[in-house]
């Protein structure tokens, strides 16, 4: 199956609230408030890495929305938000399924100009204008799905 993601409101636009949607025969979206924006910007501030943030963060809210759907996935087409961080952002998002024990075929995610008459778009433009989605991102479920987990015991 192929599945199409957008984006509505930009992860660097920190005063706003973020919505990624996916489609193809069913739809999701996930949000993100500006507040848990600014709280997981403020943790790539504190590594020493500030603009990493953008694209970590797309990767973990594609991961978090696509994730249930992952066993009927065959292609990610994913819109071309970021172009110079495609590879990036594709490696953190294989990364992610990784750490999170998640099995995605090396081949699976592609990046395309989807267009405003794609449906992902319109699901996610919607999600954002209304400022609801099916899923919300914040900074915990970041954390959990972003970081390695560690061992009990060691700090």
Known sequence: MRIEIDQSGKIEDT???????????????ILITAK?????????????????????????AIFA????????????VIDREYIGFEELIKQFIYEIFERNNQKLSK?????????KKSRA?????????????????????????AFKKQKPGIA
Not at 16 to 22: D, Q, S
Not at 55 to 60: D, G, T
Not at 65 to 76: C, N, S, T, W, Y
Not at 107 to 115: E, M, N, V
């Open 15 to 29: 005063n706003r609230l973020t919505v990624i949607a996916f489609s193809n025969a069913k739809t999701g979206s």
């Open 36 to 60: 848990d924006k600014k709280k997981i910007q403020s943790i790539y501030r504190k590594l020493g890495q500030p603009r990493i943030f953008v694209y970590k963060l797309f990767a973990v």
């Open 65 to 76: 929305l696509v994730k249930a759907e992952r066993q009927r996935i065959g292609q990610i």
């Open 107 to 115: 081949g699976t995610i592609h990046f395309s100009l989807i267009g």
């Open 121 to 145: 778009h319109q699901v996610a433009f919607v999600a954002f204008k209304h400022k609801r989605a099916d899923l919300k991102l914040d900074e915990q479920k970041f954390r959990r799905f």
